[in-house]
């Protein structure tokens, strides 16, 4: 019986190993997979937020002007600004 202990050692560490390397292929192709999947996922989002607009970027840029420009009018309003300065600010921003 010792005699033959060390061949079925063998064999059990031959399917180890084989069971190892199946489960670190498979684990690496679920991840590759998933990665796939999240940059489809990104892709269609960017595509549908781009639908029908001829330039994104001056999509984007005119939105963060408008943005800056109610941010400092909340401002100037909880400071208790004149609408002078309102005015200054908005040729500010649309000037660029």
Do not use: C
């Amino acid at each position: 019986m010792i005699k033959y202990l060390p061949n079925f050692l063998k064999m059990w560490q031959l399917l180890l190993f084989q069971f190892l390397l199946i489960y670190s292929t498979a684990a690496s192709l679920v991840e590759t997979r998933r990665r796939q999947l999240a940059e489809a996922a990104d892709k269609r989002q960017q595509e549908q937020e781009n639908r029908g607009i001829k330039d994104p970027e001056k999509v984007k840029r005119m939105k963060q002007r408008s943005e800056e420009m109610e941010r400092r009018q909340e401002e100037a309003a909880r400071h208790g600004g004149s609408g002078s300065e309102l005015k200054d600010i908005k040729n500010n921003i649309e000037s660029p």
